[in-house]
Every structure is written in C-alpha cells, then in structure tokens.
C-alpha cells in the first residue's frame, strides 16, 4: 500500500533558524497537504498543493510540491516560539483516493 | 463556523469492555473520518465515510471496531472489546468533499488499563 515518509523526526532549532521538513511518498500523488499539531492538540490544515512542481507561501512557510508528484516540502524562515509543534504531510493517491498520513516532525524552538 | 465536536474528551477503561465515542462533523461536511492516533505517530485512517456510505474501511480491526454514519451526519464509533494497544486518541474529522483539506476535532483520548 501507499508508504508515505516523513524526516526528519525531530528538529530543535535556535529561534530565527530556518527549519525544512520532508515528506517523500512511494507512490505518485494525486495532491499533498500539510497540517500542524501543537503539543496536546489536533491537526489543523495548513495547505493543499495539487499541480506538479507548484510552491505556495503563507508568511515565513514555503511549501513545495515535487516535480514527479511523489514528493514534498515544507520550508519555514526565521522560526519563532508559536512555530513549535508536528509538521504532517498527509498524501492522496490517484487510485482510490485515499490520503496518508506521515509520522510527522517535531519542531522545538529555542528561544 | 461551528467546528467539529467530539465526546467524551478522554475516557479510561478496563480491557475487553466496551466504548463508544460520538462525532458531530462541520455543518454541510460530506465526508467524515475517523482516525487513530498513537502519541508519537501521524493519524491512522479507520474509516471514511462519504455521507452514510463507506468508502474505505481497510485498516479499520472489524472483529473489535465498528463506525456508523446512519443519517448522514453524526457517526459513533465503538470498541467491544478493548484490548491495550487500544490507548491512542481517536480523532474525527469532516470535509466538504470527497477529497480536501480535513477539520480535525479535539479527539478523545482512551486509556485501557
């Protein structure tokens, strides 16, 4: 079944530091999105790329979506305290629709 | 915008008894999820309603876990019986289609002691 991997694990950053998370899927995607979960909380849905090679920004996050559909990232500069939590992406496949999510990585952010 | 609700927020119980939690998804939201969450993990699809049908139940353990969705709204899923690898937070979420962005709810933590 459709495999979809996260690293790294962990992340502790100096705040301004920048931070990159990746997410890599087994198999070719028909969209990506990505959600936070701050300590003790649920994910919240950040984004949705869908086209091949397409990059959004919201502020100091940049996500990209690979060429090949099968990969993605996550790019935040200048990390501040409120950008502690687990970054997911969560992968939809192009046969049955269904998403998957990755095992997430945490941010912590030195102040 | 009302968000989605969850109860009970957390829940403590024996091995082999019974649980059932209850879900009221986003107002107009089609398609429900339920998930598993073990700490440390991303979230495990159980099961994936499209209003009171299911579309995809793979991974949901059928000889211990059942969900329904009867009228197309609120759902409740149910563990009888529990076994300890149960603990984990089960979370809800709702979308307005098939395939998008999901509203997770504040999930319910379960213990099984």
């Known amino acids: 079944g459709q495999q979809v991997m996260q690293i790294p694990q962990y992340q502790h950053v100096q705040e301004g530091e920048d931070f990159t998370t990746y997410c890599n899927s087994s198999?070719?995607?028909?969209?990506i999105q990505w959600y936070k979960q701050r300590p003790g909380g649920h994910p919240v849905f950040l984004i949705q790329l869908v086209k091949s090679g397409e990059v959004k920004k919201q502020k100091r996050l940049t996500f990209q979506f690979g060429e090949a559909k099968k990969n993605s990232s996550l790019h935040i500069t200048a990390t501040q305290t409120t950008d502690v939590g687990t970054y997911f992406c969560a992968g939809t496949g192009t046969n049955a629709g269904k998403s998957t999510f990755g095992d997430g990585t945490t941010l912590t952010v030195k102040p | 915008e009302a968000g989605v609700a969850q109860s009970p927020r957390y829940k403590i119980i024996e091995k082999r008894q019974s649980v059932a939690f209850w879900c009221n998804p986003i107002?107009?939201?089609?398609?429900l999820y339920w998930y598993q969450q073990i700490l440390g993990q991303g979230p495990k699809l159980l099961i994936q309603?499209?209003?009171?049908?299911?579309?995809?139940d793979s991974q949901l353990p059928k000889d211990r876990f059942s969900a329904e969705r009867l009228k197309g709204v609120d759902s409740t899923l149910k563990i009888q019986p529990a076994k300890l690898e149960d603990s984990a937070v089960y979370l809800c979420?709702?979308?307005?289609?098939?395939?998008?962005?999901?509203?997770f709810g504040p999930g319910t933590r379960l213990t099984v002691t």
């Open positions: 979420a709702s979308s307005p289609i098939r395939v998008g962005e999901q509203y």
């Open positions: 309603f499209q209003n009171n049908g299911v579309v995809d």
């Open positions: 107002s107009g939201h089609a398609t």
């Open positions: 198999t070719t995607l028909s969209n």
